[in-house]
């Protein structure tokens, strides 16, 4: 046996044909599949994401949600959509797949593990996997809709605006960054050792070409899917204006978009109460419903 044969004998199955962790059931039918494996980066760790199926009782195949979350690109967790939900019981994800979602929160490389178009090559690989394992899962991904907030709002938008094949049917995007380009306290373009930076490998203004490729205010275009962004005005970290001229170079393309901006909300909606952001989520949920 050569090593290249023992290699490939010892190896762990590729992800689009690995047996699925086991799920486990919660209330209402619902399954949640932890760390299932959709891509493999030579030199890099796994990637994974978990998976929430919506019970029996829901139509199949089911639409989808991919979420993205945030941590300015360099931290965070796939099952995290913010500190108010992390309380919520049960938590938000459950509640999609509940409204009748399969849900997919993706792991993606972070900024100190590989610079961008990484992190978006990733969430494409993830719509990839589920559409090779779809038959499977029961989900249809000409129905998905990217949904992230803050770091993960950004590369949900960038998805939504780049990914012709299949396209996405919807966006919800929380507070994300649109535009790598201006300057807009705290952020400073010049700098290096921004979020912003580390993201793109060199401060944005001396790699002018790759930060317009990720700022999505650059990509809007006529055939982009429907968006529904919502963000806080009182936002110091991502300002209000992020999102603003989003809807703005979204409508000025002539594609649909929904804009809330939310009084008295800083970044992750400090500064709301629960009941404040639980109807912010319903809102969001509603609008993917209606998107797919």
């Known amino acids: 046996m050569t090593p290249g044969e023992l290699l490939g004998l010892i190896a762990a199955p590729h992800p689009d ?3 699925l962790p086991p799920a486990a059931e919660r209330a209402a039918g619902v399954r949640v599949l932890r760390g299932v494996p959709y891509g ?4 890099g760790r796994p990637l994974e994401l978990d998976l929430w199926l919506p019970g029996p009782e829901a139509q199949l195949p089911a639409p989808l949600v991919l979420f993205a979350h945030g941590g300015a690109w360099r931290r965070g967790r796939r099952d995290d959509m913010g500190v108010h939900t992390r309380p919520w019981e049960p938590g938000p994800f459950e509640r999609l797949a509940a409204a009748g979602f399969a849900v997919a929160c993706v792991d993606y490389r972070l900024s100190g593990e590989a610079t961008f178009p990484a992190p978006l090559d ?11 394992r779809a038959d499977e899962l029961g989900i249809d991904p000409l129905r998905t809709v990217a949904w992230g907030e803050s770091a993960g709002g950004h590369l949900a938008s960038l998805l939504a605006l780049t990914h012709p094949d299949p396209p996405l049917a919807g966006a919800v995007i929380w507070y994300g960054p649109a535009d790598l380009e201006t300057a807009r306290p705290p952020f400073d373009p010049a700098g290096a050792a921004t979020p912003e930076a580390l993201l793109l490998g060199a401060a944005p203004a001396t790699v002018p070409e790759l930060a317009a490729a990720a700022s999505p205010v650059r990509q809007a275009h006529a055939d982009a899917p429907p968006f529904l962004i919502v963000h ?3 936002d110091v970290l ?3 204006g992020h999102g603003e001229e989003l809807a703005a170079a979204l409508r000025a393309a002539g594609s649909p978009v929904e804009l809330r901006t939310v009084p008295g909300a800083n970044h992750g909606w400090v500064g709301l109460d629960e009941e404040e952001v639980a109807g912010l989520f319903t809102t969001s949920l509603e609008f993917a419903l209606k998107a797919c």
């Open 17 to 19: 044909v690995a047996p």
């Open 40 to 43: 493999v980066v030579e030199g």
């Open 122 to 132: 990733d969430l494409r690989a993830a719509l990839r996997w589920l559409g090779v």
């Open 232 to 234: 806080g005005e009182d």
């Open 238 to 240: 991502v300002p209000c």
